[in-house]
């Protein structure tokens, strides 16, 4: 069973940037498309990226696109989300997760990580 692990949240003012990052354990990291959603309070999940295994395909939700960048390590088993341009908009708890198959959907993928929690202050 694979333990993905979020980091890099945290309080930020609106126009900056953050990093999160995405540790998954055990085997075969390389062979998944990864994908990075966000929930919001009150709101539902909603995909934001997704990234191929071996990071030459990326998929934006628009209202990030041009402002968030996701990217891999497949040696360090670790997949980035580089987010700039912040807005308060973008406060929510990520979450990321695999899948064995090239998806735009949250249905397409495994079980989420725990999160990681991003507030963009006004």
């Known amino acids: 069973q694979v333990q993905l692990v979020e980091s890099g949240g945290g309080l930020v003012t609106a126009g900056g940037s953050l990093r999160l990052s995405c540790a998954a354990s055990?085997?075969?990291?390389?062979?998944?498309?990864m994908g990075w959603s966000r929930q919001a309070p009150g709101k539902e999940r909603e995909l934001v990226a997704v990234?191929?295994?071996?990071?030459?395909?990326?998929y934006y939700q628009e209202t990030v696109e041009g402002r968030f960048t996701a990217s891999r390590d497949n040696a360090k088993n670790t997949m980035y989300l580089q987010m700039s341009s912040l807005k308060p908009e973008d406060t929510a708890v990520y979450y990321c997760?695999?899948?064995?198959?090239?998806?735009?959907?949250?249905?397409?993928?495994?079980?989420w990580g725990q999160g990681t929690q991003v507030t963009v202050s006004s």
């Open positions: 055990g085997r075969a990291f390389s062979n998944y498309f």
């Open positions: 997760a695999r899948s064995p198959h090239a998806t735009v959907t949250l249905a397409g993928f495994g079980s």
């Open positions: 990234i191929s295994p071996s990071g030459d395909w990326t």
